[in-house]
């Protein structure tokens, strides 16, 4: 399967611990994105990249949560001291970045803090 | 914040009937996107269509676009059990994708 994959599927962590998630997005994707959506609302975008580079980041991410694409391939996002309003589900995106913008979603990683 | 708003926000129907739903934006676009979501999984891309586009089809769907009215709809047409599922919409402004809160089909056999 050459689709967008993403690990963990669910964490389970406590209030302040960090948690750190990869994404590795359809081979050859310039572009990647990472969203998160809470129970009953559609995903809300957090930030995104073209390779290697972050060009936008939401008013979302906060300082406790950061994200990188060091080689322009997989992703991570971290999110520091982690608060019970963290728990949502965190998808990533790629898309090929050049006129066809058709976002592919991965199956998401599910966030609770305790 | 979400642009999109999905209409209704909950749409029950047996098996063979059509399905509708609506959609509203805010601001300018570049394509509007509609996706597909099976109870906590991730979202399945099932048709977009360009901002200069009026109608589009695929399949079973058909996706109509009103700029003038910032709206568009999806036709689900002879409905499966298969289905059931969340549906969104979502704008697509140069790359960000802003969705809304979706609407939640049941098909019913």
Not at chain 1, 17 to 35: G, K
Not at chain 2, 14 to 28: D, L, P, R
Not at chain 2, 88 to 105: E, N, R, Y
Request: proline fraction near 4%.
């Amino acid at each position: 399967d050459t689709g967008v994959s993403q690990d963990p599927r669910h964490k389970i962590t406590k209030r302040g611990q960090n948690v750190t998630f990869r994404c590795d997005p359809i081979s050859e994707h310039n572009r990647l994105y990472w969203y998160r959506q809470t129970l009953g609302q559609g995903p809300e975008f957090l930030t995104y990249f073209q390779n290697e580079a972050q060009l936008e980041k939401s008013r979302l991410l906060s300082d406790r949560f950061s994200a990188e694409r060091p080689k322009g391939s997989f992703s991570t996002l971290e999110i520091q001291r982690t608060e019970q309003g963290d728990s949502a589900m965190y998808l990533c995106a790629s898309s090929p970045g050049t006129e066809e913008e058709t976002q592919y979603f991965g199956p998401g990683t599910r966030l609770l803090v305790l | 914040s979400q642009q999109g708003e999905e209409d209704p926000q909950a749409l029950s129907i047996q098996e063979g009937e059509n399905a509708t739903m609506n959609c509203s934006y805010k601001t300018s676009i570049n394509n509007l996107q509609w996706y597909r979501q099976n109870s906590g999984r991730g979202l399945v891309h099932l048709i977009l269509i360009r901002s200069n586009e009026r109608e589009k089809h695929s399949g079973r769907l058909r996706v109509t676009l009103d700029t003038s009215k910032k709206s568009s709809s999806l036709l689900i047409t002879a409905s499966r059990a298969a289905d059931t599922a969340s549906y969104f919409c979502a704008t697509d402004s140069w790359g960000k994708l802003q969705f809304g809160a979706g609407t939640q089909v049941v098909v019913t056999p």
